[in-house]
């Protein structure tokens, strides 16, 4: 069983073009939503964290939120340097032991 | 730099042979995971410590799999009489202690290729 679901796999946006990934989630309460950007042979690189339903961060072009069965990760005016592989990851209740990750959201941005 | 360090970056082996990777987490994060990712996968959970404990470990991995933290600060993850399926990256991410600090912080990965 998924508990976490990313949508879609790939997403192609011309440079300015603003768009949203999605990241549906099914864990027994949230203890935290996590969102990492990934570049082709790298490791994932922390962007956010979200804990509760209504809760908002940006960081420059990118700014993420969360209801209590998905989250947006909202990119506006996008650049060639932010294609990359978006991954979201979520914890359940008090366990701090795993994250269970999507696979990810594969974004190309052309110039 | 004070990020979590792995290696090797890259190991190349051949089938049934022994590897061994290193994890070096941030300092003073008691928090220790290693992943396994694939090509198009998100990274898939291993195993899981707490300090110098083993908490929990992933029913996907076989008994030629082991880590191991001594003394809570660096870790090792060997795989025995390697296979091709092993093929992967394999990361390392570390946490730092208390209830308002739960992301984890990668570092770059070791690419195991088994021919």
């Known amino acids: 069983e998924d508990q976490v679901t990313q949508s879609p796999e790939a997403l192609r946006l011309q440079e300015g073009e603003s768009s949203s990934l999605n990241c549906s989630y099914t864990?027994?309460?949230?203890?935290?939503l996590f969102w990492y950007r990934q570049d082709p042979g790298k490791g994932p690189e922390f962007l956010f964290t979200?804990?509760?339903a209504g809760e908002e961060k940006e960081k420059e072009r990118l700014k993420a939120t969360l209801t209590k069965k998905e989250s947006f990760l909202h990119i506006t005016a996008p650049k060639p340097e932010d294609s990359a592989t978006y991954l979201c990851?979520?914890?359940?209740?008090?366990?701090?032991?795993?994250?269970?990750f999507g696979s990810g959201t594969k974004l190309n941005v052309k110039p | 730099d004070t990020g979590v360090s792995q290696n090797p970056r890259h190991k190349i082996t051949k089938r049934g042979q022994n590897v061994t990777f290193r994890c070096d987490p941030i300092?003073?994060?008691?928090?220790l995971y290693w992943y396994r990712q694939t090509l198009g996968q998100g990274p898939e959970f291993l195993t899981y410590f707490q300090n110098e404990a083993q908490l929990e470990k992933s029913r996907l991995l076989s008994d030629r799999f082991s880590a191991e933290r001594p003394k809570g600060s660096f870790s090792t993850l060997e795989i025995q009489r390697t296979e091709q399926g092993d093929s992967a990256m394999y990361l390392c991410?570390?946490?730092?202690?208390?209830?308002?600090?739960?992301?984890?912080?990668f570092g770059q990965g070791t690419r195991l290729t088994v021919v």
């Open positions: 991410a570390s946490s730092p202690h208390g209830q308002g600090h739960a992301e984890a912080f």
């Open positions: 979200l804990y509760s």
């Open positions: 864990v027994s309460g949230l203890r935290g």
């Open positions: 990851a979520v914890q359940e209740g008090y366990n701090f032991n795993k994250f269970y």
């Open positions: 300092s003073e994060h008691n928090r």
